[in-house]
């Protein structure tokens, strides 16, 4: 949970990305909006009347709020464009989709890298809700006046904020308080290092860890 920089559609390996929307395409169920877009992922948010006719290449869609048929957080693997991903009656609301892009940069992981909840913390939780050949997937929950120790990032990993929060981040040298609202989408790049504290209420994300 890194410090917040706008980005253009450029890539750096070594920062965390905080984006605004860069494109809008309309679709069968409203406005999709691309929020980030670099040779390793695409992510758009959606708020619609569902998913149904949202085009949509294979990824990881995150509510972000409640609905029928799945709670905020509730992330799951979308196959292809043309799969259902819904459940049965229509689920509405907002979601981020993740696509994985297959080819771009490979940067090899550092030795001292760690993956999602391998870091040295305290009062944070992980819970991986799945994994395929693409992404790791992941719910983590940091209380108040949690702490992430520093650490490097072995992965490109997307952070999806579903509570929102304020979150003190360490960097390079320089100490920020970011804060996220719900919806908000980081990008923390493979080697990328910084330390972070919880200076708010509790703070739910959904963590996408990119494979290699």
């Not at 949690?146 to 929060?165: K, N, P, W, Y």
């Not at 493979?190 to 860890?209: E, F, K, P, Q, T």
Request: charged fraction near 25%.
């Amino acid at each position: 949970m890194r410090r917040l920089l706008f980005v253009s559609a450029c890539f750096v390996a070594s920062t965390l990305f905080a984006v605004p929307p860069v494109e809008q395409s309309s679709t069968a169920a409203g406005r999709a909006v691309v929020v980030l877009d670099n040779p390793r992922v695409r992510i758009f948010k959606t708020r619609g009347a569902s998913l149904t006719g949202v085009e949509h290449k294979p990824g990881v869609v995150v509510p972000i709020e409640d609905g029928a048929g799945r709670k905020a957080g509730d992330a799951y693997w979308a196959a292809d464009a043309g799969a259902r991903t819904e459940p049965s009656g229509g689920e509405k609301g907002a979601f981020i989709i993740v696509e994985p892009k297959d080819g771009g940069p490979r940067t090899p992981a550092p030795a001292a890298g760690s993956k999602p909840g391998e870091a040295v913390f305290t009062g944070m939780r992980f819970t991986t809700l799945f994994e395929n050949d693409k992404v790791t997937v992941m719910r983590a929950r940091m209380d108040v006046e949690a702490r992430e120790g520093q650490h490097t990032h072995g992965s490109d990993t997307i952070v999806v904020h579903l509570s929102g929060g304020s979150i003190e981040d360490t960097a390079d040298g320089k100490t920020v308080v970011n804060r996220w609202k719900p919806g908000d989408v980081e990008f923390e790049g493979l080697g990328s290092s910084h330390s972070a504290r919880n200076v708010g209420a509790a703070v739910d994300v959904v963590l996408v860890a990119l494979k290699p």
